[in-house]
């Protein structure tokens, strides 16, 4: 199993996908609360690591081709996101690593999340994520 931070990563990189395909093709704006739940500031008023770590997620897969978006809010959301071609194409296609259940790869990332099982979650996100460089 991968480290902690890790499968956070693959948690909130699925949720977000599946946020913004649920609202696709439409712009939103994506809180990190959303997807990582309520922060816990520091005595600072700085984010906690956990929704740093989310936030950067968000920024990992703008950066990575999967979405884009206008701005920043703060460290708190991204205005008018909204999933690539890259990613779209790529969520709405069959999985290559389950080739006996062919259903589309938002499908599985749905079904792991709902199942709550982190190795599942990370199986689909691995095989998304290597399937993607088919698609760019």
């Known amino acids: 199993m991968s480290e902690l931070h890790i499968v956070d990563f693959y948690k909130d990189a699925s949720k977000i996908l599946l946020q913004l395909y649920r609202n696709f093709p439409k712009k939103i704006t994506i809180l990190v609360e959303d997807i990582a739940g309520p922060d816990t500031p520091d005595e600072f008023g700085l984010a906690g690591e956990r929704h740093q770590a989310c936030f950067g997620a968000m920024i990992w897969l703008a950066e990575a081709g999967y979405l884009s978006y206008a701005d920043t809010i703060r460290q708190e959301a991204l205005d008018q996101a909204i999933l690539s071609h890259k990613a779209f194409t790529l969520l709405t296609a069959a999985p290559t690593f389950d080739t006996d259940n062919p259903d ?9 999340l709902k199942a709550g099982s982190s190795m599942q979650l990370e199986k689909n996100m691995k095989a998304l994520l290597a399937q993607a460089h088919n698609f760019s």
């Open 104 to 112: 589309s790869n938002i499908k599985h990332l749905r079904q792991a």
